[in-house]
Nanobody, 115 residues
Framework: QVKLVQSGGGLVQPGESLTLSCAPS????????TEWYRQAPGKQRELVAT???????TYIDAVKGRFTASRGSAKNTILLQMNSRRSDDTAVYYC?????????WGQGTQVTVSA
């Protein structure tokens, strides 16, 4: 069964940049919508950013101007570039992709912002 494989998480210092990547493990139909979520310790999972096939994006206020969702060079690969990281960005980040067959979740990747 195809799933989304995430990479790029880790420990960063406040203010540093980090890019997360999310790519399918096999061949899937093109995604018409992709989403990035995060779940901080003790909190519910929240939607952080969306990216439509048109290129349109949306962001929550907390990351607007700092995070950028985009497509990678490989088919169905999506990226989340995170600049000016803050301690409250610490969370497990998840991607999700939608195509006409349904949706696919990534396994999650930990991002920790700490001095």
């Amino acid at each position: 069964q195809v799933k989304l494989v995430q990479s790029g998480g880790g420990l960063v210092q406040p203010g540093e940049s980090l890019t997360l990547s999310c790519a399918p493990s096999g061949n899937v139909l093109s995604f018409y919508r992709t989403e990035w979520y995060r779940q901080a310790p003790g909190k519910q999972r929240e939607l952080v950013a969306t990216l439509e096939s048109s290129g349109a994006t949306t962001y929550i206020d907390a990351v607007k101007g700092r995070f950028t969702a985009s497509r990678g060079s490989a088919k169905n690969t999506i990226l989340l570039q995170m600049n000016s990281r803050r301690s409250d960005d610490t969370a497990v980040y998840y991607c999700r992709g939608f195509n006409t067959r349904g949706y696919f979740w990534g396994q999650g990747t930990q991002v920790t912002v700490s001095a």
